[in-house]
């Protein structure tokens, strides 16, 4: 299901299809660092509700040994990453595909892979949309694979800061259904794979998986 969803740094576009989000801006550098660090070198990797495209494009060029599959469930943003790969892209970033992560099962048709990269999502879907997600990952992965998720979590139930109070009370003032997840949650969700988390600027976190 797609929501239209009221956020802080909604993504413009220009002149042709491309997007541009300041989350992904800001946030592009950091993870960077953490997939410099951690991700294979080699491969193939799934991209979960890769947005405008703009990580796509920066990491497939980063990281060339990796085989990048980017995937959204939105036609615009599917529009946006193929404007961005026809303008910049590298050889290993593929045409995106669809992908409607919250639908039970879908890793049948979207897996194997041996990263996975998601950023920003869990947080604007449900509950059991959540779930759907991780355990599409958890099985979507391939032996020795390793996914990255990256956003804002709830710790111990709560908050860390005013400015993420303040965005989860307006998720859930728009559906409440939706906002920030515990950590704790969304591990149980991966069991029993391994995890490890990384604080990240803004708050944010960096969970590892790591199939076995
Ligand atoms: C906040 S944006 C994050 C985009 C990108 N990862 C980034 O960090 O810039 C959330 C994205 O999730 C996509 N999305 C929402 N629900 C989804 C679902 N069930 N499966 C796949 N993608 C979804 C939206 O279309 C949107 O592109």
């Not at 049948?108 to 998601?118: E, Q, Y």
């Not at 990256?150 to 998720?171: I, K, N, W």
């Amino acid at each position: 299901m797609t929501r239209r969803l009221t956020l802080p740094d909604a993504p413009s576009s220009g002149n042709d299809r491309r997007m541009s989000a300041p989350s992904a801006r800001r946030n592009m550098g950091p993870i960077h660092e953490v997939l410099r660090a951690r991700a294979p070198t080699t491969g193939r990797v799934l991209e979960i509700a890769a947005g405008t495209g703009e990580h796509a494009v920066a990491f497939s060029r980063a990281f060339p040994g990796l085989d990048w599959q980017p995937t959204d469930l939105d036609p615009d943003r599917l529009a946006s990453i193929e404007a961005w790969r026809q303008a910049e892209g590298p050889a290993n970033l593929r045409p995106p595909q669809t992908l409607n992560a919250a639908t039970p099962g879908w890793h049948a048709t979207h897996g194997p892979a041996d990263m996975i990269l998601l950023v920003n999502l869990l947080h604007l879907i449900a509950d059991a949309e959540a779930e759907a997600v991780l355990t599409g990952i958890a099985h979507a992965l391939a032996p020795g694979g390793k996914a990255f998720l990256y956003g804002p979590f709830l710790r111990d139930g709560e908050t860390t800061s005013d400015g993420d109070a303040a965005f989860h009370a307006s998720l859930r003032a728009q559906d409440p259904a939706i906002g920030y997840k515990d950590i704790g949650w969304v591990r149980d969700r991966l069991s029993p794979l391994r995890t490890e988390t990384l604080e990240m600027p803004s708050n944010n976190l960096m969970i590892i998986v790591t199939a076995n």
